[in-house]
């Protein structure tokens, strides 16, 4: 894991959040965890009982012991243990003993929202909005209370993280300190009402969360490291979260471990010039339900992008990609079509064989992980 080849670096590592997949982050590199290991779990976001160290559901939020509602989490948001809080004050004060000392640090600070959740315990409680304590500036808004909850948690989040900013200022590793905020999908529709097309999430993108279309594969990164990262500048530089342990190995020194299909990026947030990706690989179970299912136990079906060109089968036919995928493959070119609005497989057959040879050749699965 990236915890274990930093910590083998010499870095002291924390984990405060959710850490799924991983379900026992001290056993995989990490020193000290304060958080939430199974995802389901982690949708409700005033639970009783979370998880520190090496067990589950052993660390007590002793104010949510009680009757939870959004009514009175709102009305008496300090009697109430929000996670967003327990999460960033145990993360900060991990900080505080690690920042400065004899060994650098990684802190893996991972927030549960913005996302469908309810205010009880997960998953007796069925997901009711976006939980958070108070909506802010939003509170009188003229719109829906889903979406009031949903903003206000997002600039409760961005709160957090300013937080974090100053206080490595504080502690005077500001300069020394590379600090990346980033999202794990793209906007999301789920359970509780929110819809992306309220704010305009996606920003055009078509698809969401859960979706091979650019809005649930494609989100924003933002890196600082005064001195190092080149400040406002913008990059269209395309990789994925592979890409992280090799990255982050690179520029702490470390050795990175053979056989990954990740490449450092460390060149680019450099300012540097480097080659593209040969090719970025995802799945998820196929959308929309193919014909005759019902919508339940769908094929999984896959994307690929290399370049400005990306394919997209909904449902594959059997474990691995076929040449018979050929015949179903939507095609987009996204330096002129971004918002994928224009299946040009008709148009470009040649390309079309090639992305399916590509991956082929490349004995990729059409299995989800974590599905």
């Known amino acids: 894991t990236l915890a274990e080849v930093l910590r083998a670096a010499g870095y002291a590592t924390g984990a405060f959040g959710k850490s799924a997949p991983l379900t026992s982050p001290l056993d995989l590199g990490f020193e ?155 906007a999301h529709l789920e359970g509780g009402g929110h819809r992306p097309e309220f704010f305009n999430s996606t920003g055009g993108l078509r698809g969401h969360k859960r979706s091979l279309y650019e809005g649930g594969v494609r989100s924003p990164t933002m890196a600082r490291w005064p001195g190092v990262v080149p400040a406002g500048r913008w990059s269209d530089f395309v990789w994925a979260f592979w890409d992280v342990l090799p990255t982050l190995a690179e520029l702490s020194g470390a050795p990175c471990p053979p056989g990954l299909d990740g490449r450092s990026i460390a060149p680019t947030l450099l300012g540097e010039a480097q080659a593209p990706h040969e090719y970025l690989f995802w799945t998820w179970p196929g959308w929309p339900p193919a014909a005759g299912l019902g919508g339940a136990h769908t094929p999984s079906g896959y994307a690929v992008r290399q370049g400005r060109w990306k394919g997209i089968v909904r449902h594959c036919r059997g474990l691995t990609p076929s040449a018979a995928d050929s015949a179903s493959m939507l095609l987009y070119d996204l330096h002129v079509d971004p918002f994928e609005a224009l299946d040009i497989a008709g148009q470009h057959r040649g390309k079309v064989l090639e992305l399916v040879h590509l991956v082929m050749s490349n004995n990729v699965s059409c299995q989800c992980y974590q599905c």
């Not at 939430?36 to 982690?42: H, K, N, P, R, S």
């Not at 909005?129 to 909850?149: C, F, I, N, R």
């Open 32 to 186: 000290a965890f304060v958080g939430q290991v199974d995802q389901a779990l982690c949708h409700n976001m005033y639970p009783s009982k979370i998880d520190i160290g090496h067990g589950q559901l052993n660390f007590d939020l002793l104010g949510n012991r009680g009757k939870r509602s959004r009514e009175l989490c709102m009305a008496h948001p300090g009697q109430y243990n929000y996670t967003t809080d327990v999460f960033h004050d145990s993360a900060m004060s991990w900080l505080e003993d690690v920042a400065g000392g004899p060994r650098p640090f990684f802190l893996y600070l991972s927030f549960t929202v913005p996302h469908a959740g309810g205010w009880e315990d997960a998953p007796y409680t069925t997901e009711d909005g976006a939980p958070v304590p108070t909506d802010l500036q939003y509170e009188h808004k003229a719109w829906p209370d889903v979406e009031k909850d949903h903003a206000a948690a997002i600039t409760y989040m961005d709160g957090k993280v300013g937080d974090l900013m100053r206080r490595l200022d504080r502690l005077g590793v500001d300069n020394s300190t590379l600090v990346i905020f980033a999202s794990d999908n793209g």
